[in-house]
C-alpha cells in the first residue's frame, strides 16, 4: 500500500495519456524478481491504458512512449 502512495505521488497523472481519472499502479514487467521495496518498476495508468498494456493491442507510437519510460529514457 505504501509502495502504490508513492507511485501516485511521484507520477500523479497516466504516464501515457496523462488522464487523472481511474488510476491504478502496474508493474513494468510481472516477470521481475519482485522487490517490495521499490517503485521504479512500477507506472501510474489509467484503467483503459492499463487494459492496453495488459492485453498488447497498444498502437505502435503509444506502445514507443510506454518503452521509452519503462526505460528511463522520456524527459517527462
Do not use: F, M, W
Not at 505504501?2 to 499502479?25: A, Y
Not at 516477470?31 to 492485453?55: A, F, K, P, Q, T
Request: contains cysteine.
Amino acid at each position: 500500500k505504501n509502495r502504490v502512495s508513492q507511485v501516485k505521488k511521484r507520477d500523479k497523472v497516466c504516464r501515457i495519456c496523462g488522464s487523472k481519472r481511474s488510476l491504478c499502479v502496474h508493474h513494468n514487467n510481472p516477470n521481475e524478481e519482485y522487490d517490495c521495496d521499490g517503485i521504479d518498476g512500477l507506472l501510474l495508468l489509467c484503467r483503459s491504458c492499463h487494459l492496453h498494456i495488459v492485453h498488447h493491442n497498444l498502437p505502435e507510437i503509444i506502445r514507443e512512449a510506454v518503452n521509452k519510460v519503462i526505460e528511463g529514457t522520456d524527459n517527462g
